[in-house]
């Protein structure tokens, strides 16, 4: 059974930065894409940030490029969300998936395995 658990959140004020961990077992993890998700209170959960296999292939939503960057760390199976000049309205419950595909893809219609989250607070 593949099981993600997320890590890293807090409370941080508005440029701040953070960086969630998302470590995951019982998949061969250097052979699927992972995603980050995000849900802000009241709001459907949305792509952040993906990364593939091999050559690394990375996408991210507009909103947060040029301040989040994604890593994977294969000998550790765990992927790396490092978020940098945080904004309040980057406060939510941010998820780590799993998507039995190579390729990276930010909808989350593709994910087969989903962690539990963690929360993101950013004060302004």
């Known amino acids: 059974e593949v099981q993600l658990q997320a890590s890293g959140g807090g409370l941080v004020q508005a440029g701040g930065s953070l960086r969630l961990s998302c470590a995951v077992s019982?998949?061969?993890?250097?052979?699927?894409?992972i995603g980050w998700f995000r849900q802000p209170p009241g709001k459907e959960r949305a792509g952040v940030s993906c990364?593939?296999?091999?050559?690394?292939?990375?996408d991210y939503t507009n909103s947060v490029k040029d301040r989040f960057t994604i890593s994977r760390d294969n000998a550790k199976n765990t992927v790396y969300l490092q978020m940098n000049s945080l904004q309040p309205e980057d406060t939510a419950v941010y998820y780590c998936?799993?998507?039995?595909?190579?390729?990276?893809?930010?909808?989350?219609?593709?994910?087969?395995?989903w962690g539990q989250g963690t929360l993101v607070t950013v004060s302004s």
């Open positions: 019982g998949a061969t993890f250097d052979e699927y894409a």
């Open positions: 998936a799993v998507v039995m595909f190579p390729r990276c893809h930010l909808g989350k219609s593709w994910y087969d395995y």
């Open positions: 990364i593939g296999v091999s050559d690394g292939g990375t």
